[in-house]
């Protein structure tokens, strides 16, 4: 009986909709819109009850190290910089460590343009080289320098000219890598060599002899005893 009573057409019931003159307000609430909103509005209801009944029984003699810690900004209670605070020997010695780090990673970087330049000069050069041949009979000979003008007059494999211009792109962006390295790392020098003692001031650029871009800075001589 109750797949005859499926069988039968049924009228679909459409939900009821806001009224023309409700228009203003929105979609018309569903009993499942209710049901999300009371709930939300109860959960920080019960949120402030607990909080008023802590601020009833709160005790006026307690006291936490975080009530002198803190300020408030904007109403928002933020606690103070607890970062370790480093003297200028440590500051100097991370400094070192760094530029330590930048200098491997600029001569690995090197390293590995060099392997690249020498691998795409050989692939460059294969049309250009030549061979010597020491044969005594003239014909092995002219038969061994046909062939070797054959291999070199066949064209490269689009294959192998798209992996030949990925490897000059990506030669092109290592070198670019270092040319970064090298300014960071110059930059870090020049402030590691600030924070050391002594007397400095930056020169004018008319005390300058050849200008250059960067900060030139002069220190003062000073008597070792």
Not at 91 to 110: A, C, H
Not at 186 to 193: D, V
């Amino acid at each position: 009986m109750s797949s005859l009573r499926n069988a039968i057409n049924r009228r679909a019931h459409k939900e009821r909709s806001q009224p023309q003159s409700r228009r203003t307000f929105g979609l018309l609430e569903k009993h499942k819109d209710y049901v999300v909103r009371a709930k939300a509005f109860h959960k920080k209801e019960e949120t402030l009850q607990k909080l008023k009944e802590k601020a009833a029984f709160r005790n006026p003699d307690e006291f936490y190290f975080k009530m002198i810690k803190t300020k408030t900004v904007d109403g928002v209670h933020r606690p103070e910089s607890q970062g370790k605070r480093y003297t200028q020997e440590e500051l100097m010695l991370m400094r070192t460590q760094d530029m330590g780090y930048i200098l491997q990673k600029m001569q690995s970087e090197k390293k590995k343009i060099e392997r690249f330049t020498a691998t795409l000069h050989s692939l460059d050069d294969r049309g250009s080289s030549s061979h010597v041949y020491y044969a005594e009979d003239r014909e092995i000979q002219s038969n061994s320098s046909r062939n070797s003008l054959a291999l070199d007059s066949k064209p490269i494999p689009k294959r192998i000219q798209r992996k030949m211009s990925e490897s000059y792109r990506e030669l092109e962006a290592r070198k670019s890598r270092v040319k970064d390295l090298e300014k960071i790392y110059m930059e870090m020098a020049l402030q590691k060599e600030l924070q050391k003692k002594g007397r400095k001031r930056k020169l004018r650029e008319e005390e300058i002899g050849s200008p250059t871009p960067r900060p030139v800075y002069k220190w003062r001589a000073e008597r070792n005893r």
